[in-house]
């Protein structure tokens, strides 16, 4: 499965963007989730989806305020951030397993990152 994450940008503070990940190869029956890189930090869980889509998890700090979906029919999944703050500035990486999670090892498949950059 190739991933190919885009939709990053520059945005001010209390604006918007929807990040999408394009899924490739085989089929798209996999639970997928979002993380993210800022500068000199680990990274971090945002928010995973089920493979139905019936089933998401955030992570507290965008609880609210981002919102994971996904696509089959396209092999798409999206990150709609809304309110967004200078401290979810960061590259985002979206990834796939077979499970829904929150565990960074437990992804087995990893897209290239897209940057976000959130002025105040």
């Known amino acids: 499965v190739q991933l190919q994450a885009f939709g990053g940008g520059l945005v001010q503070a209390g604006g918007s963007l929807r990040l999408s990940c394009a899924a490739s190869g085989r089929t798209f029956m996999y639970g997928m989730g979002w993380f993210r890189q800022a500068p000199g930090k680990e990274r971090e869980f945002v928010a995973a989806i089920s493979v139905s889509g019936g089933s998401t998890y955030y992570a507290d700090s965008v609880k609210g305020r981002f919102t994971i979906s996904r696509d089959n029919a396209k092999n798409t999944v999206y990150l709609q951030m809304n309110s967004l703050k200078p401290e979810d500035t960061a590259v985002y990486y979206c990834?796939?397993?077979?499970?829904?999670?929150?565990?960074?090892?437990?992804?087995?498949?990893w897209g290239q990152g897209t940057l976000v950059t959130v002025s105040s």
């Open positions: 990834a796939a397993q077979s499970q829904l999670g929150n565990r960074r090892d437990r992804y087995y498949y």
